[in-house]
């Protein structure tokens, strides 16, 4: 895995024509982990999409280096394919190990589901499919949207064990999640502290 890095500096971030946040600041190093909070409508998983380049800083500046696996609500896996041949479309998109995906599929504890169509998978087997997807992609740096959603306490544990390990091993997370995640030490990002004035919200 190369050196990860994310470090964001005096961000804001507008969205149809609302300015959600202003005066971000983070900066994370190889092995270093980050919680976004604050209530719905803050703008956390529009700063996950900012820090994996789907949208744009409207301000300040957005540095990262490693590339980065983003998981949010969509699953993003064909749903007609067996699931391990979905992920495997996408590690090759991403040039992974060739035994990334049985990895993955390990982590998560869906290898016994490797041959079944990603359509036929329960909500929470589609949860682990998607966190499968980051975990295969070998990406240093993971953006993960409310992670533990659809999760039983087992599969919790799963991603878990999968968060400490990509941490152990130089990777860097970040997450918006009301559930606690294995996480070490992580830099809490307050949203509600980045709000705008009442005069910016139109910008």
């Not at 991403?94 to 169509?117: N, Q």
């Not at 991603?159 to 070490?184: D, E, K, N």
């Not at 980045?194 to 005069?199: Q, R």
Request: charged fraction near 20%; glycine fraction near 10%.
């Amino acid at each position: 895995m190369s050196r990860a890095a994310l470090a964001l500096s005096d961000v804001a971030c507008l969205r149809g024509g609302r300015i959600l946040f202003r005066g971000v600041n983070l900066t994370l190093d190889a092995g270093a982990s980050a919680l976004l909070t604050g209530p719905n409508g803050v703008g956390k998983s529009s700063l996950l999409r900012l820090c994996a380049g789907l949208l744009p800083a409207f301000s300040g500046t957005m540095e990262r280096h490693g590339a980065v696996a983003l998981a949010d609500e969509r699953l993003a896996l064909d749903s007609e394919l067996p699931l391990a041949r979905a992920l495997h479309f996408w590690a090759r998109l991403d040039g992974s190990a060739e035994d990334a995906v049985a990895a993955a599929l390990e982590a998560m504890a869906l290898t016994r589901l490797s041959d079944v169509p990603v359509r036929m998978l329960s909500t929470g087997q589609r949860k682990r499919a998607m966190l499968a997807r980051v975990i295969a992609s070998g990406a240093p740096i993971w953006l993960l949207d409310e992670p533990g959603n659809g999760l039983d306490s087992a599969s919790l544990d799963l991603l878990g064990s999968a968060v400490s390990a990509h941490l152990a091993g130089g990777g860097i997370v970040v997450t918006a999640s009301h559930q606690p995640l294995p996480l070490g030490a992580p830099v809490v990002l307050s949203l509600a502290d980045h709000l705008p004035d009442p005069a910016e919200w139109d910008a």
